[in-house]
């Protein structure tokens, strides 16, 4: 790969500076990804789901680069799997101050815990296993928070 490509999605990848220099790069990348998600957040679920789409197939190719440039496997400093797991939670919950505090802390909790599937989604191979992995657990903290937001309306109260 020509050396000025891999150079900028490295940066993708990492954030920048944000994923090698802060502590906590992973919980960094989340709030990050959450003030970034409450700018775009009005723009439109469908909107926002595309642009979230295109930023998980770019952040497999940029962590998969990451990963063979400096031969590591799931690298702390990758934390564009933490964007694009942090906007998939933000899918399913209105544009609130409260539910998008509670949409940082359950994708933290499913991400950091790994609970089932999200360590099955983990064991996958490349730049894949590493986006996969925090998909799977804002797909999980999204379908809580949704179920929580709305559980007049589907019958449960």
């Known amino acids: 790969m020509d050396n000025s490509i891999s150079y900028i999605l490295c940066h993708f990848a990492t954030l920048g500076p944000i994923g090698r220099k802060l502590p906590a790069p992973g919980t ?8 970034a998600g ?3 957040h009005p723009i439109g679920w469908l909107p926002f789901l595309l642009l979230t789409l ?3 197939f770019l952040g497999v190719i940029a962590a998969d680069n ?10 702390g400093k990758i934390i564009i799997d933490e964007v694009v797991g942090q906007w998939i939670t933000l899918l399913f919950i209105p544009y609130d101050v409260m539910y998008f505090i509670g949409a940082l802390f359950l994708f933290r909790f ?12 983990e064991r996958l191979n490349g730049g894949v296993g590493i986006v996969a992995d925090d998909l ?4 999980m903290a999204g379908i809580i928070l949704f179920f929580f937001c709305n559980w007049r309306d589907i019958g449960l109260g």
Request: charged fraction near 10%; glycine fraction near 4%.
């Open 136 to 139: 799977v657990a804002g797909l």
């Open 54 to 56: 295109a930023v998980s």
């Open 66 to 75: 990451y990963s063979k440039t400096t031969n590591t496997h799931d690298s």
């Open 38 to 40: 409450y700018i775009l």
């Open 28 to 35: 960094a990348g989340s709030i990050v990804a959450i003030f």
């Open 110 to 121: 499913f991400d950091i815990t790994k609970i089932w599937p999200v360590s099955w989604a």
